[in-house]
Antibody
């Protein structure tokens, strides 16, 4: 069974940093690209970033480009999202999802507030 | 960026009704369209990929169609468990973009 489990969320002050992790199991993680998608409270879905299986290709939404970094460790079956210079508008539930978006984690809650 | 517009934003229908949800792209997305169902408090679930391919385990009452810029998700016979918000998403080009969702309620 495919499982994606996010961790690392929390309450952080504006301008500070936070790193999310997503532990994958039940499939050959190193063969597939991965995605981060976020959902602000009561709002729709917003794609954040994607990374290819070998990290050769990386894409970001304009809203996070230059502030967020997606990465992966295939030996640890783990996807990461390093978030810096956080803003109140980054407050959201952050989901990791598989390449085809056919598997999603339960989400990690990030709240940016002073 | 490709804008995805869903309509209606809210739909109320009766159990057993045939329900149609619309998704319109701001340019041709060549059928590279997914549909998701999100129930309250849960992560989104992929229902349909590449416009009309049913994801494994999804009931056959769900179907998708469309081409070019206009796409549709149809539920042939609405069930109580279908109460959810439905999102479309294009993956023809970066950045990936989602529609704003259609909230489906039971009348």
């Amino acid at each position: 069974e495919v499982q994606l489990v996010e961790s690392g969320g929390g309450l952080v002050q504006p301008g500070r940093s936070l790193k999310l992790s997503c532990l994958a199991s039940g499939f050959t993680f190193s063969n597939y690209g991965m995605n981060w998608i976020r959902q602000a409270p009561g709002k729709g879905l917003e794609w954040v970033a994607s990374i290819s299986s070998s990290s050769s290709y990386i894409y970001y939404a304009d809203t996070v480009k230059g502030r967020f970094t997606i990465s992966r460790d295939n030996a640890k079956n783990t996807l990461y999202l390093q978030m810096t210079s956080l803003r109140s508008e980054d407050t959201a539930l952050y989901y990791c999802a598989s390449q085809r978006m056919d598997a999603w984690g339960q989400g990690a809650s990030v709240t940016v507030s002073s | 960026d490709i804008q995805m517009t869903q309509s209606p934003s809210l739909l109320s229908a009766s159990v057993g009704d045939r329900v149609t949800l619309s998704c319109k792209a701001s340019q041709n997305i060549y059928k590279y369209l997914n549909w998701y169902q999100q129930k309250l408090g849960e992560a989104p679930k992929l229902l349909i990929y590449y416009t009309n391919s049913l994801q494994t385990g999804i009931p056959s009452r769900f179907s998708g169609s469309g081409s070019g810029t206009d796409y549709t998700l149809t539920i042939s016979s609405l069930q109580p468990e279908d109460v959810a918000t439905y999102f479309c998403q294009q993956y023809n080009s970066w950045p990936l973009t989602f529609g704003s969702g259609t909230k489906l309620e039971i009348k």
